[in-house]
């Protein structure tokens, strides 16, 4: 099964029936997603892998924020959280940086879910690849992934 395939099983098996749209250009940062889907970059889910003292952490944050990693260490009580490497990122989620999803890994990730996302009726994440993107509400997003709710820059 593709990565893709992946995100829209898990997100089914989940409860989540999200829109999911495929570009023939990849869209693989919260701009030019923003850009194709005609909506505000705050509302573009960005998926982004942490190794948070050798352990992956995934963020979903808002496309308008920088992640605050000092805060988020502090917050999942990490003594560091970097940006994970390309090579991590796909070892924890099977997909590459750039086209990774909030869910479709091979096993849970422990996740932080941006509260500023919440401000959004409707959300865009990355669906598995460099040209898909799903869609999701803050809700069913918190929910399917189990994620922590928190400031995160």
Not at 8 to 31: H, N, S
Not at 34 to 52: H, P, Q, W, Y
Not at 74 to 80: D, E, K, N, P, Q
């Amino acid at each position: 099964m593709s990565a893709v395939g992946r995100v829209v099983a898990a997100l089914r098996a989940g409860g989540v029936d999200a829109e999911v749209r495929r570009f023939d250009e990849p869209v693989p940062t919260a701009a030019a997603a923003a850009r194709v889907l005609g909506c505000e970059v705050g509302a573009i889910a960005n998926s982004l892998v942490f190794d948070a003292d050798g352990v992956p952490l995934l963020v979903l944050a808002s496309g308008a924020h920088r992640v605050d990693t000092g805060k988020v260490a502090a917050l999942v009580g990490a003594a560091r959280v970097r940006r994970a490497t390309p090579e991590f990122v796909l070892a924890a989620t099977g997909q590459e940086v750039g086209g990774v999803a909030p869910v479709g890994h091979p096993s849970r990730l422990r996740t932080v879910v941006d509260v500023d996302l919440s401000a959004h009726p409707l959300l865009w994440a990355g669906g598995g690849d460099h040209h898909t993107m799903i869609s999701v509400t803050y809700t069913d997003l918190v929910r399917v992934t189990g994620g922590l709710e928190a400031a995160v820059s």
